[in-house]
């Protein structure tokens, strides 16, 4: 017998089959959905997905307006969420949260001024969509590529799948170099122990078997890993690949598995080698149901068989059911209400129907069960809510890998934390002991296997409520929100259960760089309803417009002559652009910046200082403010003139003779002076 040993943690990991999970979903209510890029590193998986319905794009070009996308579990950058919101396409994001978290390490250490250096294949989707969360990033995948990184203050994240020595080698670089640099391990620790795991199950086997495609990053480690433990090492990506002769060599075979390898493939390949080991004839006979000498059958497990009550004890009820072997009905598997003994509902001789829950207890009885029996009545109540999408009400009883297990009556289903809520459940524990309105999404006849989804209703009942707010708002109402979160090109504020986007442009009637500068988180806000699309699901709000443009209003709040205090936002060769307000910017020309002559008006004042300004004019036509600030002071006095000390020289004296005479008065000649006319003389 072949020992075969398995690597902890092998096939799919949380994140890819949680991807699986969202597509399978879209696939069942839909029928169809549209997958950017390959969902998992697995030819045959993602044949499967596309033979139900599924089609692989590679850019957001191949879709429409109104196309469901599956945005995988690799992740994308935030460029692909603009431009699928922009397009009118719906995203179900099915990244991984390891992935997710590293988005938003790199988003805020970007936004920080650091430099990020992203540790993986630069060829890898993963790598891709991480790099699209910063303006920049340095890709390295090897220590001579980190050697060469001239930059400092270095924020490193690192490829969830790559081997932790990789990260070590290329901090140790960062180390040698002096490098200013922060470090976050976003290796996930699922890849962390299954490399582990390889390594130890590599060095203790004689042949190991590494299953998974070739194509996936993560399956491609663990073959490297191997290879450094041992010679004999196999790449299985189909069951048609298996090494039979070298495997019938080997006494101990390794088996592990990357991340993207169905269960169902890693199951193959183990019964595969198992078939040799033949069980006896008397051991098949026996798990038929068979008697040795084959005269008669015994009832299968699980069967429902007719019996007739041979004794009613305290304990049980013994049945006959016509063969060699009696079936006990122990008193925990029958329904008694209240006070009701056994006894009250059966007694020798009566006609019984009961389940087979087990074939032989050791002592030649086999057991069966009523209320086993009772439970294909309520699993045909299951069957029938599955077809006709009733509601069903389950209580969660425990948390098992990947879901919880939850009873309808006397019948238990699985929830997967998937639909468990129709947000992201990380932990299931809070719903153990609730009851929940359910659906069924699935069914197995054969084995009597049900799935349920509570993510249906919580969807429906959301829906519900957002069609009952659609039904009260209206363009232009006025309305209070909560801001949630930012984005570059605005904020989404929650209206009730229902978000808007405040646009960057709509925040305010002056320059807004980012809506961070003018908001936060929780902030109460009352906003304008600007415009509605209940088919897309888009509210376009705005802020600026609760309150009056600054310029429809200039002559209530300013006035020619008035002195008014604002904050200087830019600075030209010509002179100062103010801010009054939002919106409200006024203009002092260099000429009006001070009493005396400016040159440079940069040397008198700063961008963000606080100045006194007074109004020489308002052109509302034109929208323009003409201000001053030097008419806001005095203008400096001229220093007065000083006084002449004693040891100062005395004035130089005139010598008299050089001293100027005074003009004498202008002579007239003698000959020209005017004579008195004499009068005429008179005769006697």
């Known amino acids: 017998m072949k020992e075969i040993l398995v690597a902890e943690h092998s096939g799919f990991c949380f994140g890819v089959k949680r991807a699986i999970e969202k597509t399978e979903e879209q696939l069942d209510k839909e029928g169809k959905v549209l997958i950017c890029g390959s969902l998992i590193h ?18 957001l070009d191949e879709a429409k307006e109104g196309d469901t996308v599956i945005v995988r579990s690799h992740g994308e950058g935030e460029k692909f969420y603009l431009d699928a919101e922009e397009r009118g396409i719906r995203l179900i994001d099915a990244t991984c949260p390891f992935v997710e978290r590293i988005h938003k390490l790199v988003r805020k250490a970007d936004l920080e001024g650091h430099n990020i250096v992203i540790v993986g294949d630069r060829d890898h989707a993963e790598v891709k969509g991480i790099s699209g969360w910063c303006s920049k990033a340095v890709i390295v995948d090897s220590a001579e590529e980190a050697a060469q990184i001239k930059e400092d203050d270095l924020f490193i994240v690192c490829q969830t799948t790559i081997r932790k020595e990789l990260l070590d080698a290329v901090c140790e670089v960062f180390e040698k170099n002096n490098k200013d640099y ?3 391990n976003t290796i996930c620790d699922a890849t962390s122990r299954r490399q582990e795991s390889t390594a130890k199950i590599a060095s203790e086997s004689d042949l190991v078997l590494i299953i998974g495609d070739k194509e996936s990053s993560n399956t491609q480690k663990l073959f490297s890993i191997a290879k450094n433990k041992s010679k004999n090492v196999f790449f299985i990506q189909k069951i048609q690949d298996l090494p039979l002769h070298e495997i019938q060599k080997c006494n101990r075979i390794g088996i592990a598995a990357g991340a993207s390898t169905p269960e169902s493939l890693i199951k193959e390949v183990i019964a595969t080698m198992n078939e040799k080991n033949y069980k006896s004839m008397e051991e098949l006979l026996a798990e038929e149901n068979y008697d ?30 016509g063969c060699k072997k009696d079936g006990l009905i122990p008193k925990e598997e029958v329904t008694l209400e209240g006070d009701q003994k056994l006894t009250d509902l059966f007694k ?104 349920f989804s509570h993510k249906i209703i919580a969807q429906e009942e959301k829906q519900a409520r957002l069609k009952a707010i659609w039904d009260t708002l209206s363009e232009g109402d006025i309305v209070e929100g909560t801001v949630m979160r930012f984005t570059d090109y605005g904020a989404f504020v929650d209206l009730g259960g229902i978000d808007g986007l405040l646009h960057i442009s709509e925040i305010s009637w002056g320059k807004v760089r980012h809506p961070q500068e003018v908001l936060k988180i929780g902030d109460k806000v009352t906003v304008k309803i600007l ?37 200087v936002v830019q600075i030209k060769e010509y002179g100062a652009f103010v801010e009054l307000e939002p919106g409200l910017d006024g203009l002092v020309h260099i000429s009006e910046v001070a009493h005396k002559r400016v040159n440079d008006i940069s040397e008198e004042l700063k961008v963000g200082q606080v100045v006194d300004a007074k109004i020489l004019e308002i052109d509302v036509e034109r929208k323009r403010i003409s201000l001053s600030i030097k008419q806001t002071k005095e203008p400096e006095e001229a220093p007065a003139p000083e006084a002449p000390s004693e040891e100062a020289e005395p004035a130089a004296e005139v010598p008299a003779e050089e001293a100027p005479a005074e003009a004498p008065a202008e002579e007239v000649p003698a000959e020209e002076a005017p004579v008195e006319e004499a009068p005429e003389a008179v005769e006697e």
């Open 292 to 321: 040795l000498d084959g005269a008669m059958r015994l009832p299968r497990l699980h069967e429902i068989v007719n019996g007739t009550v041979h004794q009613v004890t305290d304990k049980g009820i013994i049945v006959d059911m």
């Open 42 to 59: 697995n030819n045959s998986v993602t044949g499967d997905i596309v033979s139900r319905g599924g089609r692989i794009i590679h850019s």
């Open 531 to 567: 415009s509605m699309n209940e088919e897309k699901g888009k509210i376009s709000l705005g802020l600026k417009q609760c309150k009056p443009e600054p310029w429809s209003v200039i002559y209530d709040n300013y006035a020619v002559g008035q002195v008014v205090t604002g904050k």
């Open 182 to 184: 922060h470090v976050e």
């Open 348 to 451: 020798a001789g009566d006609e019984i129907q009961a389940k087979v829950i087990k074939t032989d207890d050791g002592e030649g009885v086999i057991t069966l069960s009523r209320k086993k029996l009772e439970a294909n009545a309520n699993w045909n109540e299951i069957v029938e809510a599955y077809d006709s999408k009733e509601i069903l009400t389950v209580k969660v009883l425990r948390q098992v890998n990947g879901g919880v297990i939850a009873s309808y009556k006397e019948v238990t289903g699985f929830i997967p934390l998937s639909q468990l809520s129709d947000k992201y459940v990380e932990d299931a524990e809070e719903f153990i002991g609730q009851e929940l309105n359910v659906r069924v999404s699935r069914i197995d006849t054969k084995r009597n296997r049900a799935v």
